[in-house]
């Protein structure tokens, strides 16, 4: 049985296909456009998946949309109606593009999917899932565990924001729900709004820039604009925010709360910004830990499932397991609206066609998630010679060799293999790469070759093996979506004056034998590299630490800011021309930047929006 799953039309579509419960393919669409977070219909995602599996539409059983949009506008309605006559622009703005499309999005599938399928049987084969089932079904069931709790926080469903569910081999219930407009995502995307950044993707910013603020706003919030019980369900104050019905996050009365208006996107951060990031990070903390606390008393279970896009709150996430009420804890790598399309098809075959379920124990089913395209090598090396580029041909040892020695030498380098990772992360299929114990590496990776904020951190790559050596962890963080702290025996204490220096400065103070990826808290957001998963990733990190000893690399998308992840080798070398990356490896073709044309080169810098 083959079911495609599909998120679209809010942010972040994307495609996935199971067959017979297996994850055959799944990728998101702005992979394909170059858009980032397209919201559109993921045609060329789909096109991906059946291409992938050999297949047409027509060989395909079910399609499962993830989530029921007559709920959504149920929901604007009401919204409109409690709060009018405030928010009429907003509505005026919302309701036509509704009538126009999103109201009638089956019929808008239906016209969609028959320019794949003239024949797609649209009545029967159409299916739709509610959208936090959709993201509790692509937690638990591709997880390791027979029976867990499943955790889901985002900004809104339908209604829902935050919920629960219990899954048990191919049951799924849902449990307890908060409903809109009380939601934790919106809540952390109103201070996203608040701090300067773009919401929707600027909220991991914001958890970069809390380590370098102190928490002085936490009770501020919790005092006025959050009601939060001690189990972590909660109320909060509309009369601060302006997302029910208007064209902005925040309003004049939440402004006057914390001290000012907005910062502007041009504006300098400050340290009232800097402690406004930690203040709501340490409130989502407290939520997070309550509610987790609150579902292992009521539920008795060592197994804890995450979804939405809060589970991408990596520091949350490391808080939690720390707790230590959950034995596990398993995060959807594409926890966010991505997923969704993932937890639709998942959703549809366990428990619309009630199809089996075995659990790989101690293992999860999402491949690494590496469950994108990948390009042979005879692709590959035409792709790059019709782009122009210069490039030899190594086998896999030299190829490795060459690679690591590049690390060694200090050498910021663009690794292209395997299949394109599914999901918000870089995790050796898509990366840039570099020496972890260089103590220039992080000013040079985010201002020669991301072109973005000084301030952010970059993930270790580590081997499974070693991470307890290195890392406050000893256990598995295959998908970065777990923080721990630099174990102390590796961190170099900061002098007084290095304390006191102003929170960016304190990044460029080395503080420990890993300062490119250690952020100012001492902590890190790790990756372990599994050589079952990702074996030649795994073989160059094992290569690195025969040269160096050390089996960390750091690690971070390869894109520039604004961009979204590479997808073919033809990206992978435009921007490779355009950014500061000295080395290029894809497949088995090894480039160097001072061998290509200089004619070639771009200029990436302001290619993009920011993001």
């Not at 900061?494 to 503080?511: C, H, S, W, Y």
Request: aromatic share 10%; charged share 25%.
């Amino acid at each position: 049985m083959r079911i495609l799953g599909i998120s679209a039309f809010y942010h972040d579509s994307a495609a996935a296909l199971i067959e017979d419960g297996v994850i055959a393919a799944a990728a998101q669409e702005e992979r394909f456009t170059r858009k980032k977070h397209d919201a559109g219909f993921p045609a060329q995602a789909i096109e991906f998946c059946l291409s992938h599996a050999g297949i047409g539409l027509e060989d395909v059983d079910f399609v499962a949309f993830y989530d029921k949009p007559f709920l959504k506008f149920e929901r604007l309605l009401e919204t409109y109606m409690a709060f009018a006559p405030r928010g009429f622009k907003s509505f005026r703005m919302a309701i036509p593009v509704w009538l126009k499309e999103k109201l009638f999005q089956k019929d808008l599938l239906k016209k969609k999917f028959q320019a794949f399928d003239p024949g797609f049987d649209w009545k029967n084969k159409l299916l739709f899932a509610e959208h936090h089932q959709s993201h509790a079904a692509s937690a638990f069931f591709p997880s390791p565990f027979e029976d867990a709790v499943v955790l889901t926080m985002d900004g809104v469903g339908e209604w829902a924001t935050t919920s629960v569910a219990i899954g048990h081999g191919n049951s799924l219930e849902m449990t307890k729900e908060i409903h809109f407009p009380h939601s934790l995502g919106l809540l952390y995307s109103a201070f996203t709004y608040y701090t300067g950044f773009r919401v929707n993707s600027g909220e991991y910013k914001v958890m970069g820039l809390a380590p370098y603020g102190e928490p002085k706003y936490a009770n501020l919030i919790l005092e006025h604009l959050m009601d939060l019980k001690d189990d972590g369900t909660f109320r909060l104050d509309q009369s601060y925010f302006d997302y029910c019905t208007g064209l902005r996050m925040t309003n004049d009365k939440f402004a006057a709360l914390f001290g000012g208006p907005a910062r502007r996107a041009d504006e300098l951060l400050d340290q009232r910004h800097m402690d406004l990031a930690a203040s709501i990070q340490a409130v989502t903390e407290e939520v997070v830990l309550r509610l987790t606390r609150g579902l292992a008393a009521e539920t008795g279970s060592k197994n804890l499932c995450l979804a939405g896009g809060v589970a991408l709150n990596c520091v949350a996430n490391g808080k939690i397991l720390r707790d230590g009420q959950f034995d596990t804890i398993w995060i959807q790598p594409a926890a966010g609206d991505a997923g969704g399309a993932l937890g639709a098809a998942l959703a549809a075959y366990h428990l619309y066609q009630d199809q089996p379920r075995t659990a790989a124990i101690g293992k999860d089913s999402m491949n690494g998630s590496y469950l994108g395209p990948e390009f042979a090598q005879d692709d590959i090396q035409e792709r790059l010679t019709k782009a122009g580029a210069k490039f030899t041909v190594l086998d896999d040892d030299a190829l490795i060799s060459k690679t690591a020695q590049a690390l060694a030498n200090e050498q910021a380098v663009g690794w292209f293999q395997g299949r394109m990772e599914f999901g918000p992360r870089a995790l050796g299929g898509r990366s840039i790469l570099a020496d972890a114990r260089s103590e220039s590496m992080q000013k040079t990776l985010n201002l020669r070759v991301k072109y973005r904020e000084s301030f952010r951190p970059f993930a270790p790559s580590v081997l499974r093996d070693d991470v307890a050596d290195w890392f406050e962890l000893d256990g598995d963080s295959p998908y970065m979506l777990l923080v721990a702290g630099i174990k102390k025996d590796r961190r170099r204490a900061m002098t007084d004056a290095e304390q006191a220096l102003f929170g960016i400065d304190k990044l460029n103070v080395p503080r420990s034998d890993i300062p490119a990826v250690t952020h100012v808290d001492y902590s890190a957001r790790i990756q372990t590299v599994h050589q079952d998963t990702n074996p030649r990733y795994h073989a160059l990190i094992t290569r690195f630490k025969d040269i160096t000893g050390c089996p960390i690399v750091v690690n971070t998308s390869f894109n520039v800011r604004g961009e979204p992840i590479v997808g073919t080798p033809e990206d992978a070398f435009h921007c490779f021309m355009g950014t500061g990356i000295e080395v290029l490896v894809i497949g088995n073709c090894f480039l160097v930047k001072e061998d290509q044309d200089p004619a070639l080169a771009l200029d990436y810098k302001d290619a993009f929006e920011l993001d």
